[in-house]
């Protein structure tokens, strides 16, 4: 098992009292075995449940203790590949296709987050994203442009614009409609409760460490423990952890990246910070913020070419205090310290599109992979996906985010 996080989490201690489920301590025979219970696994057995189709969750830690707890929980639709890169990457109809989707997806959450019974902190936002530079300008129009021209919720603020609305200046920036907040820990521990309470078998302390498929198609799990799950199909909602694949086609790029909540804010002082929008810009890696229901900041970014999560205290705290002065360069009447602070693994897609669809040389064997900086958004649109291509043998988005398309095979 390899460390996702390190630091100080912020959302695990927004929830009191969550619920544990059980080790897995018998055999078992389910249609859909699901091997990890972070933001994907647990959407997953929720929309099969409601389906019909019974699954199990099994997980090697707790729900929601891989990068599920590290994920800042800003919903878009906008992705790290701007619309007019990846119509470039795929041709235009299925780049909007792909793009209206995860549109659609934050609605989706929004719509489920409605049904729990654990309150997700799920609250409509707008976005602004804003050129870096002057030299990113151009780009940041003709994005502009494409989202407008295909139909997106947007709008274009100049400069003055920009610096009425907060205490920062940028040459130009996107507001997006149509994205949302959410508190990560709280959905899924929600979304997990509401598959269990349709019929979803969940397991913590569960770990997956034998996978064989045997003559009559059936696929076969072997728990650490020895326990034996009996399963028509598998789905690997595993997150950053490739190497579970058992060394199969999926190649990642992993990095590591940081986050930081400060303590809860003077109301006075988040006046400046125009409705609460989430606050993004166009540099690579990026810098992001957003507020929190009870007025804290959650500021994340600075990625770094390494794949695990920066350890100790101090090397941490470099990168944290960088976060900090970035922080204080937009808002200076920010006063307050971080509270919170943390390393985690992040994990890409060489061509920015989620790993979601059947494995090509494994029938029965599937994978709900959202990486990238809407994941959240992905592993939405991964259930639906992977439940239609179980259930119908077919959704309109498998060959765009699929193992077997043009992009993935160089
Ligand atoms: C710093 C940071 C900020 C982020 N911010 C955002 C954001 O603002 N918005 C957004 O949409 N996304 C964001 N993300 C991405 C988001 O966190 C991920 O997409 C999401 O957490 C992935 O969920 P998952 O269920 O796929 O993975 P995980 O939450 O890691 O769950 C996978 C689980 O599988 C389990 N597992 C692995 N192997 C086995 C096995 N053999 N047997 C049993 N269990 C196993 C692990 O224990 C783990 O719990 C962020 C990520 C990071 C790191």
Redesign the pocket.
């Known amino acids: ?1 390899k460390e ?2 390190s630091g100080h989490l912020f959302w695990p201690l927004t929830m009191e009292e969550y619920k544990n489920y059980p080790a897995l301590s018998e055999d078992l025979q389910v249609q859909v075995a699901i ?7 647990a959407m997953c057995a929720y929309v099969f449940e409601k389906s019909g189709i019974s699954t199990a969750v ?4 707790t729900i ?5 707890s ?6 878009q639709f906008s992705n790290d590949i701007m619309l007019c890169d990846l119509i470039n990457q795929i041709g235009r109809q299925p780049a909007v296709q792909f793009y209206a989707a995860c549109a659609n997806a934050v609605k989706q959450i929004g719509l489920i987050a409605g049904e729990l019974a654990i309150n997700p902190h799920f609250v409509p936002r707008r976005s602004l994203y804003y050129a870096s530079s002057e030299q990113d300008l151009p780009k940041l129009h003709k994005e502009y442009d494409a989202l407008r021209q295909n139909g997106f919720d947007v709008s274009f603020w100049e400069a003055d614009e920009i610096a009425k609305h907060f205490p920062f200046r940028r040459p130009g920036a996107i507001i997006t409609n149509g994205d949302a907040e959410v508190n ?1 820990f709280r959905f899924v521990h929600g979304v997990a409760d509401a598959a269990a309470a349709h019929g979803a078998r969940i397991y913590e302390h ?4 034998d996978h064989e498929r045997k003559a009559d198609g059936k696929h076969q799990l072997t728990t650490a423990t020895g326990h034996v799950i009996s399963a028509e199909k598998v789905i690997y ?5 490739p190497e ?1 694949l058992r060394g199969q086609l999926i190649k990642p790029v992993l990095n590591r ?3 930081a909540v400060t303590a809860v804010q003077d109301k006075d002082k988040l006046l400046r910070w125009h409705e609460q929008m989430f606050i993004w810009e166009t540099a690579r890696p990026y810098l992001y913020m957003r507020t929190t229901l009870d007025g804290r900041i959650i500021i ?1 970014g600075l990625d770094e070419e390494f794949e695990h999560p920066v350890e100790g205290e101090r090397e941490r705290g470099k990168r944290i205090n960088r976060l900090y002065d970035k922080l204080t360069a937009h808002f200076p009447m920010l006063d307050v310290p971080f509270e919170y602070e943390w390393s ?3 994990g890409e897609s060489f061509d920015n599109l989620p790993f979601v669809g059947e494995d090509p040389a494994q029938p029965g064997v599937y994978y ?4 990238g ?7 939405m649109i991964a259930s639906y996906v992977l439940h239609d291509l179980i259930k119908e043998g077919y959704h309109p988005l498998a060959d765009i985010v699929g193992l077997k398309r043009p992009t993935l095979q160089t």
């Open positions: 098992m996702l996080h091997i990890g219970g972070g933001m994907s696994g099994l997980e090697r830690d929601a203790g891989g990068s599920t590290a994920n800042t929980g800003l919903l990560p569960t770990d997956v460490i909602a595993i997150g950053y952890e579970e990246s940081f986050a994340g985690a693994t992040f709900c992979l959202g990486y900086g809407n994941g959240t958004v992905y592993s």
